[in-house]
């Protein structure tokens, strides 16, 4: 093993990230459990959406020209001669010249009929309506096929389902859809320092957050997490668990071992029963970081800092699961804000800076890799490219939000 | 039953919304489950953390004012002797002047030393250490209770807690954590016109869009949806599946019914068994709301149109949802963009228009509230204040995202 890591770039460690990527698999789920799920197969139109002209409003089906120039002062008088019925077309209900029939929105507009009144332009006198406003061709109606035409396109493989989409592929008798499949993402903690979460630390230990971290994070990101708990730092345990978590699961983390020793026994692990294809990234913080392959399953190494774990997570690790989960583009939302201050860098690694946004601004929360607090009192990462020396106040920069 | 309504101004809306909300309940979770949840109560360290003074970095413990003046050409030659072995504390080894220790990162701070050099900056000659590079007092050190001191207060009450914070709880012993119940909403459909999401239209028929859509958005919010099917607009079958939910949900939806006669059987039921709160909203689209309360629970009148109920879910029941969330602020995310037309409105009521949001551009996509490929095509919402009379193109508006 090297004593120094052989350092690749982000974009080479990313290209092996996602190459490794487990195809995706896809699962049927009812509709109203879709939302945030990357759809597997584009959706047709079954019918024309509506099957049917529609009023749009409660009101009077006319013909458009009986009236023109209508108005308080001088009213188009028109006998109503039918009620339009919901949920029912009746072929006799005919809208001759100069006559109206009553219509709820919804309903079908009558024969004869090429526009609607709204009810609140009208007054009843008997049986005659008084129409106080003229309406053109079509007005207030929604015409058959207007939101989508039989056999149409309504929706594409591979975009993240949103509410109004579930709604869509209900109107397109959809109940169930096929959409990617949640990858199971192994956790393994590793460090002869951690201890469980319910235990009191003794000297010289520290309790597991990267493994709640991790889950959290996958989870909310549409994984589904499997905690193996913590391996001490011995080869034979370290392989045990590894070889029971790879047939469970689609990926496996190892979360460090910050120790230069648990990352050469995890380097160590992955190379002998499989393969190292990363083993260092020029990212800050999360350096020490390797990318590798057993039984064809990507297994990462993490570095041990949660600050260096959470980057890694997010640069590197999400791309392969965006791949898995089948999205056209990636979940992460970004926001744009000036920088409040200079942010140093060093040229020739992508670094990466927590901030809080506060009004457009984004303020730089400086600290240790190793804390916590700092990524709880920021919003976000913005990223240094490898490129440059830091970023200038003021500049405005893309903020990745949490 | 009035022909018209009596509208009321949307801030009102929301005030009578929030006012019936239910008292926030609350459930304990498991921390990995906790992402997206709101905290119930403050979390405070149990412990210091970390719980010593800690290395960040693989290297040499050493008492920095031996390493003043260190360099390439003219290292600091201090003799390795013993190595911290992770997880524990020993008390006997003891950095002297001139003297290092080999640490681990994460590896207890040994008596004696003040700083870590980094191993990069250093090398080795048999047992004495190379020192080429000089630290600082605490220089890649983590100091005792640095991230959080013992009895301090991590995080608030109200605060929707990220993946960072699963971790954070877990550095504090949460193991469970107790967040705000998830409210379970009850969703009936109301519509002669309504045909299940499996049945093929008939004439006049469409098939009941707005309930999955109601579903999905509520599950990605964080409320249990719970789906009641379709009732037809006969007052006894209505009132039995209303009273059906109340027992069973938090709160319940009336899906409509977009006709006025839908609306009046809505409001009938509402106002004989409960009460009617509001009855018609100054929103477009959505005026023919109904705000209400059946013992004791709130219950909502939808209007019929997809787009309609959409944004009144987002503008008048998301505000009552968000109490029972017991979030301190909304979930919405909401994004600067330029106007990329202009906008008309008509004073006196809040608007809201579908938008597609493009390289900071927000492109409206008009269309009639019957429709769902605008709300498909779009990413979000402009609100045009009630006082405004539409909104010139160029102006900055913030879009509130699906």
Chains 1, 2 share one sequence.
């Not at 079954?46 to 009986?66: E, K, L, N």
């Not at 120790?259 to 020029?282: F, P, Q, W």
């Amino acid at each position: 093993m090297n004593r120094f890591l052989n350092v690749v770039g982000v974009a080479d460690a990313v290209r092996e990230s996602v190459k490794i990527a487990p195809a995706t698999e896809t699962e049927t789920v009812p509709v109203e459990q879709s939302a945030g799920r990357a759809l597997a197969a584009g959706i047709e139109a079954d019918t024309d959406i509506p099957g049917f002209d529609r009023s749009v409003v409660d009101g009077y089906a006319v013909r458009s020209a009986d009236t023109t120039g209508a108005g308080d002062a001088l009213p188009a008088l028109l006998p109503c001669v039918g009620r339009v019925a919901m949920g029912t077309s009746d072929r006799k209900l005919v809208v001759q010249d100069n006559e109206c029939v009553y219509i709820p929105t919804g309903g079908v507009l009558p024969e004869g009929a090429d526009a609607v009144v709204m009810v609140e332009y009208t007054d009843e006198a008997g049986d005659i309506i008084l129409i106080k406003k003229p309406v053109s061709h079509g007005e207030n109606v929604l015409l058959r096929d207007e939101d989508f035409k039989k056999g149409g396109i309504v929706l594409r493989p591979g975009r993240r389902l949103t509410p109004q989409d579930a709604g869509v592929l209900a109107a397109c008798g959809c109940a169930m859809v096929t959409v990617a499949k949640k990858p199971v993402v192994g956790i393994i903690s590793t460090g002869n320092e951690l201890v469980p979460v319910t235990a009191i630390p003794g000297p010289g230990q520290v309790r597991d957050a990267n493994a709640s971290m991790l889950a959290a994070w996958l989870s909310e990101y549409g994984c589904i997490p499997r905690l193996y708990g913590i391996v001490k730092d011995e080869r034979e345990a370290f392989e045990a668990i590894i070889f029971k978590a790879l047939p469970e699961c689609d990926v496996v983390l190892l979360s460090g071992g910050s120790s230069k020793d648990d990352r050469d026994i995890t380097a160590g692990v992955i190379a002998g029963r499989g393969e190292v294809l990363v083993h260092g990234i020029a990212i800050a913080p999360g350096k020490p970081t390797i990318i590798g392959r057993i039984e064809g399953k990507p297994v990462f190494g993490l570095p041990g800092h949660p600050a260096s774990a959470f980057v890694v997570l997010i640069a590197i690790v999400r791309p392969l699961l965006d791949r898995m989960l089948g999205l056209e583009k990636p979940l992460i939302r970004t926001v744009k804000a000036n920088l409040e201050e200079n942010i140093p860098s060093q040229r020739g690694r992508e670094e990466y800076v927590r901030v809080r946004v506060e009004n457009g601004k984004a303020i730089p929360q400086f600290g240790k890799s190793g804390l916590l607090n700092t990524l709880v009192s920021s919003d976000g990462l913005v990223c240094i490219p490898a490129g440059y020396e830091g970023l200038e106040k003021g500049r405005e920069v893309e903020v990745i939000l949490w």
